[in-house]
Nanobody, 130 residues
Framework: QVQVVESGGGSVQAGGSLRLSCAAS????????MGWFRQAPGKGREGVAT??????????ADSVKDRFTISISRDNAKNTLSLQMNSLKPEDTGMYYC?????????????????????WGQGTQVTVSS
């Protein structure tokens, strides 16, 4: 089993920055990808940024490219995932979830849909005011 725990959400004004962190522990040797998803009020959950556990391949939603940066590190069977969010906009508001995937894919494709992710954290709220 894998446990996923997020931290780092909060409230910020538009144009500000936040950094989210996530720790995945337990049986992590089969984890191939990790990612951040968000859900705005009244909307479905969407992939924001995802990454291979080796860090070589990433995916960013068009709405966050050049503003968000995802990174990952591994130490003693624990994966630590981070999301640096700069130039935040009110439309970035939502509940942010960290997730881990055991999926195998071809070549450099990084899964970006929630159906590919098996383990989920409880979420951390991000609120951006105008």
């Amino acid at each position: 089993q894998v446990q996923v725990v997020e931290s780092g959400g909060g409230s910020v004004q538009a144009g500000g920055s936040l950094r989210l962190s996530c720790a995945a522990s337990g049986y992590t040797s089969n984890i191939k990808f990790m990612g951040w998803f968000r859900q705005a009020p009244g909307k479905g959950r969407e992939g924001v940024a995802t990454i291979s556990t080796g860090g070589g391949n990433t995916y960013y939603a068009d709405s966050v490219k050049d503003r968000f940066t995802i990174s990952i590190s591994r130490d003693n069977a624990k994966n630590t995932l981070s999301l640096q969010m700069n130039s935040l906009k009110p439309e970035d508001t939502g509940m942010y979830y960290c997730a881990a995937s055991t999926a195998t894919t071809s070549r450099s494709y990084v899964p970006r849909f929630e159906s590919s992710y098996k383990y989920w954290g409880q979420g951390t709220q991000v609120t951006v005011s105008s």
